[in-house]
């Protein structure tokens, strides 16, 4: 990793190079329906990007696994089924201003994704993107990157960090597709900078460190030990079961795979974003179904992220980023939900259920 | 390559096995595939009807026949719906195989006791023609198969086969007011069935499949049989859609019906949480 430093005349040079050739450039804008509110969006001219503004309302699984996408063009004929298919390699694009929250989620995923059947078009367009994050300032309370590991500062799954100081940025160039970006834009970073940078980056993590605990490695195992918990009884009573959790997630990558006619002949095949909090995920076809209640869906949700993931590929599967705190409309706020079940993890060690 | 890409199959054979359920061959339209296509006992596959989408359901022939195989479905969703709608020549997508499959290799040498109600059969027949298409390889072969009524007993003409061999025992059943006035075979539950049938345990696999209920009223009576959990083997079904280990709907806890199975042990069973 090097350091450089990127004056604010540079990075909007380098933006409007990026734009110039036509490449794709995703940074935060303000939302077209709420202009309080910030979306990650394709822009046009740097002038749109907001940064430092607000946590955007969504996170960039969208950019990789899109809500909807065709995974392969089907037509009938007489002769029989003819099957156009999609490419799996993507068009380059460059993500400025990513939280590193929502950065090191992409790579969390890379595990599924990746996990004996290469899903391409996960990966394609994984290889596709250089992401530039910034320092985050934007933390609420709903927050807690740093109880699982990360943090305001964390670089994982980023190519580029930066962090403002005087005149611009510090950029902490990560990866070797991050340095190829920067190229020709940056120049020496003064100790002065790297000092300041510093401070800024201490700064951000004492802002979100006493929201939540660290959780602790061993809660993975206890949360398979508690499957019969009575916890899941209660824990649940506030969940809808509209999975608002699911669709904000950086990390929930579970989906549907359906077919839609776009004539008598012809259509598409399609993958969904989908929810295990709603009832007709696991429904089966005979009507029985292995999750009938919202306590066994939520159960799910949070074994999954904090006890399953970490024993398939060893890490949680929640970068913090706080965004199903703000989406629940049953008020379910995760941070306070998790250091309930790691203080009583910690004092009935041993339960396992009825 | 894209992994939710499907093969091409074109429909040979449909044979009618109940009022509900069917059976189709299937042919690769792509020979070359066709040439290196290979599974094993207790693989499933994604069926799909284009522009209706994909079915999961087991590979239902063996392995020891080249060059087709064959599902079983009892028409039921929208899938399957579409798919019992089809004809002879009628073109189908599938992807697979996945999952794991029952330790043929294992159960060589050794007695096989199997066990199936319904529908169930469908998994068990692709291991049952496995084991007679390698008969000498194996020791005493023994079948148990029931249904509610005769009119559910599926592969019929299959039935009739094995009943004629003499190098296996049939044991056929059906639930009490399901038999007709000229059933010969038991007018008995499973489990009944199995305690009637099998005598030993010594040196003998156990395959079942069937309903729930059928399996948790069948495994006492094998344990008391004397068979350990290790050498009863039965196959999962859960909701899937990729069939990869990507869409996150088949786990039961931190199994992957679809990866780490469909084809469990009973002691596996066991140790899984009970959300299935």
Known sequence: ?354 | MNIYQPHLMRIREITDETIDTRTLKLEFEDSAFAEQFQFSAGQFGEYSVFGEGESTFCIASPPTRAGYIECSFKATGKVTQALRRLDVGDTIGFRGPYGNHFPLEEMKGHSIVFIAGGIGLAPVRSVIWNVLDLREQFKDITIIYGARTVADLVYKRELEVWASRSDLKLCLAVDPGGETPDWKGLVARIPTAVEQAVATAEDTFAVICGPPIMIKYTLPVLTKLGFPGERIYTTLENRMKCGLGKCGRCNIGPTYVCKDGPVFTAAQMRDLPQEF
Not at chain 1, 8 to 14: E, K, N, P, V, Y
Not at chain 1, 98 to 104: E, I, S
Not at chain 1, 248 to 276: L, M, Y
Not at chain 1, 313 to 322: P, R
Request: with cysteine; glycine share 8%; net charge negative.
């Open chain 1, 1 to 354: 990793m090097t350091h450089s430093f990127l004056s604010h005349q540079g990075f909007a040079a380098l933006v409007a190079d990026l734009l110039a050739a036509n490449k794709r450039v995703i940074a935060p804008v303000r939302a077209s329906d709420d202009p309080g509110q910030v979306d990650y969006m394709p822009i046009q001219k740097f002038e749109e990007a907001v940064f430092g503004l607000r946590l955007p309302r969504r996170s960039l699984k969208e950019f990789f696994l899109p809500p909807t996408e065709v995974l392969l063009h089907y037509r009938q004929t007489k002769a029989g089924i003819e099957i156009r298919e999609v490419p799996t390699a993507a068009p380059p694009q460059v993500i400025f201003g990513a939280t590193p929250c929502d950065a090191a989620a992409l790579e969390v995923v890379d595990k599924v994704m990746g996990w004996d059947y290469r899903d391409e078009l996960w990966f394609g367009r994984r290889e596709a993107t250089t992401i530039v994050s910034f320092l985050c300032t934007l933390m609420d309370s709903t927050c807690f990157c740093t109880a699982v590991g990360l943090g305001p500062e964390s670089f994982r799954g980023s190519d580029v960090l930066l962090v403002p100081v005087d005149g611009g940025y510090l950029a902490h160039v990560i990866t070797p597709k991050g340095e190829a970006l920067l190229q020709g834009h940056t120049a020496e970073a003064s100790a002065a900078a790297l000092a300041s940078a510093e401070t800024a980056q201490s700064e951000a993590r004492k802002k979100v460190e006493n929201n939540l605990a660290d959780i602790p490695a061993e809660l993975s195992g206890w949360l398979a030990a508690n499957f019969d918990n009575p916890l899941w009884k209660t824990i649940a009573l506030r969940c809808h079961g509209c999975g608002a959790c699911a669709a904000v997630c950086p990390t929930c990558h579970c989906f549907d795979i359906v077919d839609e006619h776009d004539s008598a002949d012809s259509g598409v095949r399609r993958r969904n974003w989908d929810s295990c909090q709603t009832s007709l995920f696991t429904l089966h076809a005979s009507g029985h179904n292995p999750r009938q209640s919202q306590s066994e869906r939520f159960r799910q949700r949070i074994q999954h992220k904090f006890s399953i993931y970490p024993s398939r590929f060893g890490e949680i599967l929640c970068t913090g980023c706080g965004r199903c705190s703000r989406a629940c409309p049953g008020g379910m706020d995760l941070p306070n939900l998790l250091g309930e079940i790691v203080t009583l993890a910690q004092t009935e060690p041993e339960v396992s259920g009825q």
